[in-house]
C-alpha cells in the first residue's frame, strides 16, 4: 500500500507570492490533516478536512487555507507569503477523524525569500 | 501551545546501547504516538499506544504510558547508528481531534 505522497517536495517563492502544496493520503483514508514544523514553534496543526470539509483549524491567519477533494486528495494554500511563513509543511492520513493513528508524508519544504 | 514536553531534548550514546526517552503531557487523551524523524524529512510512525495500555512493544521498541502521571517513555534496546534522528510524542487529546507533538528528544548514536 503506498504511503502519503506529498508534492512537491521542495519549493523557493518570493515574499507576497502565493503557493500550493498537494497531498495523497493513503489508499482509503479519508482524513487529512496537516502540520507546519519550523526549528522555533515546533510541529503546530494548521487544519484537519474529511469528507471535503473542514472539521478543525489551528491557530493560524487566514492566509492559511486548504481544500479536499472528493478522492481525499487536500491541498493546502498560502497567500501573501512571509519569511516567517518558511518551514516543512507536513500532511497526516488517517482512516477518518475519530482514528488518530495518523501517517505521514515526507513534507514539502517551503522557502520565502 | 505544546502538550507533550520531552525530556531529554537531546541524548547521545553508544551504539548497542539503550535510549530511553520520556514525554509529559497535560491534558486527558486517547492515545498516544512516538514518531521518528530524520534530518528535517517526514515523521515514520513508530508505536500508538491507546490510554487503556501500559506497555506496548514493536520490535526494539519499548513503550509505556502511566495515565495517572500523564507521562510516557519510549525505550529503544540494542541501538544502532540508523537509530539516530529526532523523536516526537504525540497525543491527542479527547475533544479533539488533532495531534499535538512535543519538541522532541535529538538521539544520536555513536559508533
Known amino acids: 500500500k503506498a504511503g502519503v505522497t506529498q508534492t512537491p517536495r521542495y519549493l523557493i517563492k518570493t515574499r507576497g507570492q502565493q503557493v500550493t502544496l498537494s497531498c495523497s493520503p493513503i489508499?482509503?483514508?479519508?482524513?487529512v490533516s496537516w502540520y507546519q514544523q519550523t526549528p522555533g514553534q515546533g510541529l503546530q496543526f494548521l487544519f484537519e478536512?474529511?469528507?471535503?470539509?473542514?472539521?478543525n483549524k489551528g491557530n493560524f491567519p487566514g492566509r492559511f487555507s486548504g481544500r479536499q477533494f472528493s478522492n481525499s486528495r487536500s491541498e493546502m494554500n498560502v497567500s501573501t507569503l512571509e519569511l516567517g511563513d518558511s518551514a516543512l509543511y507536513l500532511c497526516?492520513?488517517?482512516?477518518?477523524?475519530?482514528?488518530?493513528?495518523?501517517?505521514f508524508g515526507q513534507g514539502t519544504r517551503l522557502t520565502v525569500v | 501551545s505544546q502538550q507533550g514536553e520531552e525530556d531529554p531534548q537531546a541524548l547521545s550514546i553508544q551504539e548497542g546501547e539503550n535510549a530511553t526517552m520520556n514525554c509529559s503531557y497535560k491534558?486527558?487523551?486517547?492515545?498516544l504516538q512516538w514518531y521518528r524523524q530524520n534530518s528535517g524529512r517526514g515523521l515514520v510512525h513508530l508505536i500508538l499506544?491507546?490510554?487503556?495500555?501500559r506497555e506496548k512493544h514493536s520490535g526494539r521498541l519499548r513503550v509505556t504510558l502511566d495515565t495517572s502521571k500523564k507521562s510516557s517513555s519510549l525505550l529503544i534496546t540494542a541501538s544502532r547508528a540508523a537509530d539516530t534522528a529526532s523523536y516526537f510524542c504525540?497525543?491527542?487529546?479527547?475533544?479533539?481531534?488533532?495531534?499535538?507533538f512535543g519538541q522532541g528528544t535529538r538521539l544520536t548514536i555513536n559508533p
Open positions: 497526516a492520513s488517517s482512516q477518518d477523524p475519530w482514528n488518530t493513528e495518523a501517517f
Open positions: 489508499s482509503g483514508h479519508r482524513s
Open positions: 478536512y474529511f469528507s471535503e470539509t473542514q472539521r
Open positions: 491534558t486527558s487523551i486517547n492515545n
Open positions: 499506544i491507546r490510554s487503556n495500555e
Open positions: 504525540a497525543t491527542d487529546a479527547r475533544g479533539a481531534q488533532k495531534l499535538v
